[in-house]
């Protein structure tokens, strides 16, 4: 099992920068992608950006410039810096972790932005 806790969302303006942390514990060994997703009120949780086990990085296309995907393997965390805040970023972030194939999720961090 994991457990993964998500932090350091809050109200921003725009413009503004926040960086999420997740926080990785349990049987951490075998970890394979670790992926930030958001879900507004209304919408489909959507793919943010993810990072591989060999440190490869993919982000969404409306992130792309802006937010960053990083981890601290000594820490078990997985940061998402996001820069140039939008009120569309406005949504609760998840970090996802696929270890062995199976997908843990943490509870989500609100981030809203104000125009």
């Known amino acids: 099992q994991v457990q993964l806790v998500e932090s350091g969302g809050g109200l921003v303006q725009a413009g503004g920068s926040l960086r999420l942390s997740c926080v990785a514990s349990?049987?951490?060994?075998?970890?394979?992608?670790m992926r930030w997703y958001r879900q507004a009120p209304g919408n489909e949780r959507e793919l943010v950006a993810g990072?591989?086990?060999?440190?490869?990085?993919a982000y969404a296309d409306f992130v792309k410039g802006r937010f960053t995907i990083s981890r601290d393997k000594a820490k078990n965390t997985v940061y998402l810096q996001m820069n140039s805040l939008l009120p569309e970023d406005t949504a609760v972030y998840y970090c996802?972790?696929?270890?062995?194939?199976?997908?843990?999720w943490g509870l989500g961090t609100q981030v809203i932005v104000s125009s």
């Open positions: 996802n972790f696929d270890v062995y194939g199976y997908d843990y």
């Open positions: 349990g049987s951490t060994i075998g970890i394979n992608t």
């Open positions: 990072l591989s086990s060999g440190d490869s990085t």
